[in-house]
Nanobody
Framework: QVQVVESGGGLVQPGGSLRLSCAAS????????MGWYRQAPGKQRELVAR???????NYADSVKGRFTISRDNAKNTVYLQMNSLKPEDTAVYYC??????????????WGQGTQVSVSS
């Protein structure tokens, strides 16, 4: 059984900061990649940031320079530090982990989503 649990969302004023956390647990052999996606009402889910097991990162152009993704491999946890938040960042943020289970089965696992609202 694999679980992906995220937290840290909330309401913040423009220019403020939030830190999202996501932990994967269960029968996990290893995690290749972890990432954050977001979906605003009426829009497609989009990649925000991702990080590989080798700590290689990718960011959406809209968040580059403002958001930072990091991971703690010992805890199977990924973080998203969000600074200089804008109203356009308002969305439900989802955590994703591409991993290999102890049985050798690999695949994508998703968190339940956490709401981030940026408004004055």
């Amino acid at each position: 059984q694999v679980q992906v649990v995220e937290s840290g969302g909330g309401l913040v004023q423009p220019g403020g900061s939030l830190r999202l956390s996501c932990a994967a647990s269960g029968s996990i052999f290893m995690i290749y990649n972890m990432g954050w996606y977001r979906q605003a009402p009426g829009k497609q889910r989009e990649l925000v940031a991702r990080i590989t097991n080798a700590d290689r990162t990718n960011y959406a152009d809209s968040v580059k320079g403002r958001f930072t993704i990091s991971r703690d491999n010992a805890k199977n946890t990924v973080y998203l530090q969000m600074n200089s938040l804008k109203p356009e960042d308002t969305a439900v943020y989802y955590c994703n982990a591409y991993l290999v289970q102890n049985r050798g089965i690999q695949g994508d696992y998703w968190g339940q989503g956490t709401q981030v609202s940026v408004s004055s």
